[in-house]
């Protein structure tokens, strides 16, 4: 196979150089072990380096700062002031309006009592606004955590017939995932979330309010004999088989609820200052429901309602916790699940707002948060929590200054537990079927994966894995497929690095890939590569085996018959490789006395510190270290090379022209 411009590769070329001085590559400062490993320690775990702002500071300053850094509520709490409170206020009670039905929808999610997710909307946002550093999240249930929360435990304890047990486990779990979430933040672990890209996430939302949505048409039929297994067949196929149980009255108030939600959702989507109008439709709707199950008597309908409600505040839970038993590994199973998912959806949410109002958010203290929120929660009688997009978005639109709309919020929760649950003893389990669909309905979003396909197809490809996984087999299988193929990615990417054929831009000294670039020219006598990637054990084969098979594509036979190469220099621009490792030495070893069986000469150009040192540090001999080997720029070591080029006889393959090209170098 002709590499690219072939036809043009071996003309005579006639190089204009200016004399001028050529800037040697140097060995970089010496540093002992113990200092580059200091170096990687704070890189790796402290990039956003947190202990800056003591620097040069008083020790009673020092203590502030630490009480302020542990605590933000110490931070902005001194300049609070009464026009903060009443925007706080207003978007407070505007979130609570949407955070009562969410919860009381959000808890029958997760197959536990309606109360518990009242619960889950009281104590964790207290917490939250002690230790948050968002202003603008909206603490309580979602509806994704709860669905995997639900499905998970499910498949090894009945909420029917063993509800103790599986709340049990439901406050088990919430522990264990405030305990992963918040070790992650105490030890800077913060980057494996990472794992779950934007694809993987868009894919997997858009499964999983597939799934919630199917789930409810239980309530929106009126079925009672429902299928507990999550997959769209399963789901599909029980809804078809179970006609006999649908009841006209429970589809026609589910449906009608459902059309008035999604029209308010319609109209805060196009006019953002009628945010009002869909925040406040779920509350609506349990209202005008809950009268109309009250005086016609639904529940003597085929119309099921929630039934009594326990009154009074958060009782605790701490004893009801189990660590040890035949379902720890459930309930461990449970919570990391649960954690990271709740984790990844509560910092994006805050980092999307802290952006449109130009203020940080640390990632790390937000998993601290989240994390003892939930172990706080676990132990007052609620289950995983974290910052909801919807009731974010709600809060954002309201005016919310600062987390004093959650403590609002959790306030107006506060009253509704100690005088208001009687009033919901007659809400209808079809209306929360219809909050809970358009809720979720807003997971998919189609721009965001027409974007990633016009990108990425292998990205889409991803996000299809998780859409497809979650929607034929289940939530936990569909996400970890989605994970498993990101990882290949990744390793692919690194095995598999990229490497290109760079040519000269004629009357420059630019060198650029010759694929990309057609005008661009190859150097006669020169094969001048870039490699894009560290080296290290897993890619040397690779680039082994890539780097022989150009020279071989170069080789023409002579007047005897033998194999001769056309080129003389193999120039590796090493500028984007950042790292190698043992391995990473040994190749470039080996490919220099493997070049020079044939000949050839190797020369590396910009390599970096770290390649610079361990190359030095492994050459025995020093040929790494001779002035010919080692340059800063491409068109530094062609030029210092080409009178070599110039006074060679080599073979030369016939041109398609005789053509005469002239390349300056303006070195």
Known sequence: MEPPNASNSHCAVEIVTMETEILRVV?????????????????????????????????????????????????????YNLKLLKSDIVSGLTIASLAIPQGISYAKLANLPPIVGLYSSFVPPLVYAVLGSSRDLAVGPVSIASLIMGSMLRQEVSPGKDPILFLQLAFSSTFFAGLFQASLGFLRLGFIIDFLSKATLVGFMAGAAIIVSLQQLKSLLGIENFTKKMGLVPVLSSVFHRTNEWSWQTILMGFCFLLFLLLTRHISKKKPKLFWVSAGAPLLSIILSTLLAFVFKAQNHGISVIGKLQEGLNP????????????????????????????????????????????????NKEMIAIGLMNIVGSSTSCYVTTGAFSRSAVNHNAGCKTAVSNIIMSVTVMVTLLFLMPLFQYTPNVVLGAIIITAVIGLIDIPAAY??????????????????????ISVQEGLAIAVGISIFKVLLQITRPKAVMLGNIPGTNIFRDLDHYKEALRVPGFLILSI????????????????????????????????????????????????????????????????????????????????????????????????????????????????????????????????????????
């Open 532 to 667: 894009e990637a560290p080296i290290n054990f897993a890619n040397t084969t690779y680039l082994k085996d890539r780097i022989s098979r150009w020279i071989e594509e170069d080789e023409v036979e002579d007047e005897n018959g033998k194999q001769q190469s056309m080129i003389k220099f193999i120039i590796l621009n090493l500028s984007a490789v950042s790292a190698i490792d043992t391995n990473g030495v040994s190749f470039f070893k080996d490919l220099r006395m493997a070049l020079e069986k044939k000949g050839l000469e190797l020369v590396l150009v910009n390599p970096l510190s770290e390649v610079i040192e361990k190359l030095l540090r492994a050459d025995d001999y020093r040929e790494f270290a001779k002035p010919d080997c080692m340059f800063l720029t491409v068109e530094e070591a062609v030029a210092a090379h080409f009178s070599t080029i110039k006074n060679q006889k080599s073979p030369s393959k016939p041109c398609q022209k005789d053509l005469l090209e002239k390349i300056t170098y303006r070195v």
């Open 27 to 79: 060995p970089p400062p010496r540093r002992s072990t113990l200092q580059k490993l200091k170096t990687r320690f704070k890189e790796t775990l402290f990039p956003d380096d947190p202990f800056r702002q003591f620097k040069g500071q008083s020790s009673k300053k020092k203590i502030i700062l630490g009480a302020q850094y542990i605590f933000p509520i110490l931070q902005w709490g001194p300049k």
């Open 451 to 472: 974007r990633i396909w016009k990108i990425d197809k292998f990205d889409f490809l991803v996000l299809l894995c998780a859409f497809l996984g979650v929607i034929f």
């Open 316 to 363: 605790p839970s701490w004893n009801m916790l189990q660590f040890h038993g035949s379902h720890l590994g459930l309930v461990m199973k449970t919570g990391l699940v649960t954690a990271i998912i709740s984790l990844t959806e509560g910092i994006a949410v805050g980092r999307t707002f802290a952006a449109l109002k130009n203020y940080q958010v640390d990632g």
